[in-house]
């Protein structure tokens, strides 16, 4: 499927019709999915305070990167040559499962570009450039340059990801995606073009993992949003019929909630509001 490129390498686009057989394994990986992920991503996304209370860490960073002044949840890397550079997320998630966006221009990646999570002994900085997020055993990532997982790279191969690719296939990964930590299940899994691309790491659980990105481009810009989080204990029954009530009208019809005959606090509450 799809158009060889020089080298040998399988170009795959999810949004190219060409790959359409393709969405038969999207649709196996979501099964794999958290429970609680379609519930999640159905809420109203945080508020900018807690976007920017889950950003960067300016205090916990590589110094070739900063923590813009007019902007707290981008990043700006120097230009400098023959360095991979790492910041850590403010907030380490030890329970629950948490959602948030990295958003990475194409064209500002360069050879390496990793995102994943770290403990906070995992190294921010390497001489040369490398896929730094993975290199030892406190990180975790994916290169999105290369389509591989990395964890204690030192030691250990990258492995394919998402897993229906071949070892010489290249995913290509949009501007934005998501990433998809649960703390309770200890897994990390990604999110592309609203396709949950299944389980990337396991054993997570017990740990105390920030977000964390490295990059080698020289000027690159990364924003982090914060999507939202849910806390383990069970849901309530409102919120269970919530949901089922927002599913069976679908989203693009969940505009017409203010049509059923129901008191207005009840439509409110199916709101969001």
């Not at 400098?80 to 629950?96: E, K, L, M, N």
């Not at 190294?123 to 450039?129: A, Q």
């Not at 073009?193 to 997570?204: E, I, P, Q, T, W």
């Amino acid at each position: 499927m799809g158009q060889k490129v020089p080298g040998g390498i399988k170009t795959i686009d999810m949004r190219d019709p060409a790959f359409s057989p393709l969405t038969l394994e999207l649709q196996a990986l979501s099964h794999t999915k958290p429970s609680r992920l379609d519930l999640l991503l159905d809420m109203p996304p945080a508020s900018l305070d807690t976007q920017i209370q889950h950003s960067w860490n300016n205090d916990d960073r590589s110094l070739n990167v900063f923590v813009k002044d007019d902007n707290k949840l981008v990043f700006h890397r120097h230009p400098v040559a023959q360095s991979t550079d790492a910041i850590r997320g403010h907030v380490g998630y030890t329970r629950g499962l948490h959602v948030w966006e990295i958003n990475w221009a194409m064209r500002q990646r360069g050879t390496h570009a990793v995102v994943g999570v770290a403990t906070s002994d995992a190294p921010l900085h390497s001489v040369g450039y490398t896929a730094l997020v993975g290199s030892n055993s406190e990180s975790w990532g994916w290169d999105l340059c290369r389509s591989k997982l990395y964890h204690d790279g030192k030691n250990l191969p990258g492995k394919t990801y998402p897993a229906f690719l071949e070892p010489d296939d290249t995913f290509i990964i949009p501007d934005s995606l998501l990433v998809v930590l649960d703390m309770d299940e200890g897994t990390l899994g990604y999110i592309v073009d609203g396709h949950y691309l299944g389980v990337a790491f396991r054993g997570l659980k017990g740990k105390k993992l920030h977000p964390i990105v490295s990059a080698v481009w020289g000027h690159c810009e990364i924003r982090i949003r914060y999507i939202n989080g849910l806390d383990p204990e069970p849901l309530s029954l409102m919120d269970l019929c919530r949901r089922s009530v927002r599913v069976a009208l679908g989203r693009d019809r969940l505009n017409e909630i203010h049509r059923l005959p129901l008191p207005a606090s009840l439509k409110n509450y199916l709101l969001y509001q």
